[in-house]
């Protein structure tokens, strides 16, 4: 009897939140358990996102050291539209991340086309000039392509955040030790230990499980809200400052397909900046072909390009002949020079035009 009395308040505390004992351990086996399985369901995926944000007026200041107040950034309320589209081959470490749409630099909306690229080794930045428009230096180039060192900074930032319901959807959860990134590995190991039971909640009759990260005073801490019933899937994210307010808050929707559950759109909110991303999925595919698609580029005659670490950015020249070196100033000085002709032949005509009126008038 003593034994079955242990089991009973065992099971009591696992489910109140309690310190870790058997039945936190058994949920938190299985929800490893179905996020390992959720690896294996497919080598590569394809999604298209349909996504809209929301940036409130002055959002931007506090970040840029602006008063919001008298010089807020940006200046109204903006919404954004664009288009998310990602490639990822899990089996092959290659993924493709592209971001087309509206988009705003210096507090001003642009069109961008902005696309993140790895092959498994190299990692670049791809913008289109065909596809990019700055309002804020019109006719100034810009780089086209950015080719990063594989272990620098970019290789954190490879992946917009916004995205992180699709990896947890393929169970590939962040933690201390293993960034979403394309390197070293699309996939990496749980790490068990960073996550523990903390709580079962019930939201809109559904039955969830919370899942802590590690507490760390200099790091966010984190809350997976996972639904059991649903192949372990994670329908909400909180990141919570040292303070315990909510940092950033995700709330993701799922519909059932024949691989099981999957996001079908996400809301995505930020509580320091008040901005509020809505996605949408407008289609996913499982396994798709991915010959046709490139997850590297090598600049084309005329391209601009830079290598991280260099201080100069190159123009590509054609097939045998070496790249030459791109000078700013030297686009700058030239559009300086076409001002000056056309200054020049405006004030010769004026000057003419003139000339002949009085010659007209003096033969009168």
Known sequence: MKCVMQLILGAT?????GSLVSGDQRVMREVFDAWNQRQQIANRVYYELDCRTVIPKGAYSEAMGLDPETDPDPVEDTVLKFTRRLYL????????????????????????????????????????????????????????LMNHTPDGQFRAFFFDPVLYPIFCAHGIVQDDKHQIAPLPSLRHAIQESYFHYDRAVSVNGQELVVVRSVDHPSQLTSEYWVD???????????????SGDIYKEVDIDYEDSDRGWFPSGW????????????????????????????????????????????????????????????????????????????????????????GLLYWRRSRN
Not at 228 to 242: N, W, Y
């Open 267 to 354: 809301t995505d909110s930020r509580g320091a900046q008040g901005s509020v991303e809505t996605v949408k999925v407008a289609n996913l595919e499982f396994n798709p072909d991915f010959s046709g698609i490139e997850f590297h580029i090598e600049p084309t005659p005329g391209m601009i390009y830079r290598n991280e670490g260099s201080p100069e950015a190159m123009v590509a020249a054609a097939t045998g002949s070496p790249d030459m070196r791109f000078e700013y100033s030297e686009v700058l000085n030239q559009q300086r020079r076409t001002r000056q002709f056309w200054m020049v032949l405006v004030g010769v005509g004026a000057a003419a035009f003139v």
């Open 13 to 17: 505390l696992g489910l109140s939140g």
């Open 228 to 242: 059991m019933a649903r192949d372990a899937a994670i329908v909400r994210m909180l990141h919570l400052d040292s």
């Open 89 to 144: 081959d899990f089996d092959n470490g290659k993924s493709r991340s592209e971001k087309e749409g509206d988009d705003l630099i210096e507090g001003m909306r642009r069109t961008a086309c902005e696309i993140a690229l790895c092959d498994g080794e190299h990692i670049q930045a791809y913008q289109p000039r065909e596809k990019y428009e700055n309002p804020a230096a019109p006719g100034i180039p810009a780089v086209e």
